[in-house]
């Protein structure tokens, strides 16, 4: 290999590792964004939990009423809500004595 050669094949390989810095930096940078990105999702995921949590606290009570008056609303609708024909009509609205416990139970 002379020198002229050689100082070629230096000049590639110095050209392919700026290539490949440049390639490095941009990836560096992207990760960067990602990382910040992830921390503000992480702090957002954490308050909107907290903020679950205090609702789901005042709402317990509220939901099994609420519940309740949905199972009532469907049954005056003509249909079953008991687990034996759940969905089905009622025939010519008759009550079901298993609906009603469900619907009476304390």
Same mark, same amino acid.
């Given at each position: 290999m002379n020198k002229k050669e050689l100082f070629d094949a230096l000049d590639g390989f110095s050209q392919n590792l700026l290539v490949t810095? =440049? !390639?490095v930096e941009a990836i560096k940078k992207? #990760?960067?964004q990602v990382i910040e990105e992830n921390? =503000? #999702?992480r702090l957002e995921n954490d308050k909107l939990r907290e903020r679950?949590? !205090?609702v789901e606290k005042t709402s317990s009570a509220k939901s099994q009423h609420h519940g309740r008056e949905n199972l009532q609303r469907i049954y005056n609708d003509g249909f079953h809500i008991c687990t034996y024909s759940y969905g089905q009509r009622r025939e010519n609205d008759e009550e079901c004595m298993f609906c009603d416990e +469900? +619907?009476?139970r304390e």
């Amino acid at each position: 290999m002379n020198k002229k050669e050689l100082f070629d094949a230096l000049d590639g390989f110095s050209q392919n590792l700026l290539v490949t810095l =440049a !390639e490095v930096e941009a990836i560096k940078k992207n #990760l960067k964004q990602v990382i910040e990105e992830n921390t =503000a #999702l992480r702090l957002e995921n954490d308050k909107l939990r907290e903020r679950l949590g !205090e609702v789901e606290k005042t709402s317990s009570a509220k939901s099994q009423h609420h519940g309740r008056e949905n199972l009532q609303r469907i049954y005056n609708d003509g249909f079953h809500i008991c687990t034996y024909s759940y969905g089905q009509r009622r025939e010519n609205d008759e009550e079901c004595m298993f609906c009603d416990e +469900l +619907l009476f139970r304390e």
